[in-house]
């Protein structure tokens, strides 16, 4: 069966400090992969999306990059935090092709002071 | 501009009576559609689905139902359970690709 873990669960961080979450699905090949965040009160806002590795894509321009560089690895970074990146990171796959159901990772909860 | 919205942050209903969550939706694009249910602290899980072609999908107490003309749906939970407490996102996309979300509805089922 396939699962998803991302880490770390938490994470408190000075601001300018860099970022890094990491992602990875097991039990499947070439799957969609998306890193979401929810602010506080707030739905889920779409922050990057890859196809396949090396294959990126911003949905929102701000102080975060996303990689890709295994097939089922997916990381979020940032060079230097801003107070505005804290939030509730989820990364999320779906099946290629676009089966339309995401499958989410736990959640990383990020706090910057 | 919000594309998917849910206007009731918050619902409260007595367990074993019907729960219902709405959502709508502005873009006339959007021909799937997906209900998440979340737990705090955790990532949303995947409940049930409708493409644009139906206008009712059933699985066991959940119930969703399009209105495309309204630009409108709503998942319906019967008998609610109090383990049915969760937040519920509405999610649209075009051809089952990425997906817009609505912030959600708190549902709160009481015993």
């Known amino acids: 069966s396939q699962t998803i873990h991302q880490w770390p669960a938490t994470l408190v961080q000075p601001v300018g400090s860099p970022l890094s979450l990491e992602c990875t699905v097991e039990?499947?090949?070439?799957?969609?992969l998306y890193w979401y965040r929810q602010a506080a009160g707030r739905g889920l806002q779409l922050l990057f999306y890859s196809v396949g590795i090396g294959q990126i894509s911003s949905e929102v321009p701000q102080n975060l990059s996303a990689s890709r560089p295994q097939d089922r690895q997916f990381i979020l970074s940032s060079k230097k935090l801003l107070l505005s990146d804290s939030g509730f990171y989820l990364c999320?796959?779906?099946?290629?092709?676009?089966?339309?159901?995401?499958?989410f990772g736990e959640g990383s909860r990020l706090t910057v002071l | 501009d919000q594309q998917v919205k849910q206007n009731s942050p918050s619902l409260s209903v007595q367990e074993g009576r019907i729960s219902i969550l709405n959502c709508d939706y502005t873009n006339s694009m959007f021909d799937y559609f997906l209900w998440y249910k979340k737990y705090p602290a955790e990532g949303p899980t995947f409940l049930i689905s409708i493409s644009s072609i139906k206008d009712k999908n059933e699985d066991g107490r959940f119930t969703v139902f399009l209105n495309k003309s309204a630009k409108h749906l709503s998942l319906h939970i019967v008998p609610s359970q109090p383990g049915d407490s969760a937040v519920y996102f509405c999610a649209a996309s075009v051809r089952a690709g990425k997906s817009t979300f609505g912030d959600g509805t708190t549902l709160t089922v009481k015993p």
């Open positions: 039990g499947t090949s070439n799957p969609n």
């Open positions: 999320a796959w779906s099946p290629g092709g676009g089966a339309g159901e995401l499958f």
